[in-house]
Nanobody, 115 residues
Framework: QVQLVESGGGLVQPGGSLRLSCAAS????????MSWYRQPPGKQRELVAS???????TYDDAVKGRFTISRDNAKNTVYLQMNSLKPEDPAVYYC?????????WGQGTQVTVSS
């Protein structure tokens, strides 16, 4: 059974930074894609960034240049460094793991941006 455990959310002022972490445990095939999604209040969940096991990254245009996704394959952990946070960034951030045709989600972590 695969489990994803997120950490690192919280309250930050506009322009501030946060780092999210997501640790995956269980039977995980080494070739996979790990991603961060977010769901703002009253809106649909959206893809923020993805990283393959080879390290190839993709970003939503709204976060390019501000967020950085990275991973530690030895630890099965993915990170999201969020800098220059804006008032439009608050959401519940979800970790996602895709292994072949299987999709797994974390429980979500709240990010709030407020002065």
């Amino acid at each position: 059974q695969v489990q994803l455990v997120e950490s690192g959310g919280g309250l930050v002022q506009p322009g501030g930074s946060l780092r999210l972490s997501c640790a995956a445990s269980g039977s995980i095939f080494r070739l996979n894609v790990m991603s961060w999604y977010r769901q703002p209040p009253g809106k649909q969940r959206e893809l923020v960034a993805s990283i393959t096991s080879a390290g190839t990254t993709t970003y939503d245009d709204a976060v390019k240049g501000r967020f950085t996704i990275s991973r530690d394959n030895a630890k099965n952990t993915v990170y999201l460094q969020m800098n220059s946070l804006k008032p439009e960034d608050p959401a519940v951030y979800y970790c996602h793991l895709r292994v072949m045709a299987n999709n797994y989600w974390g429980q979500g972590t709240q990010v709030t941006v407020s002065s």
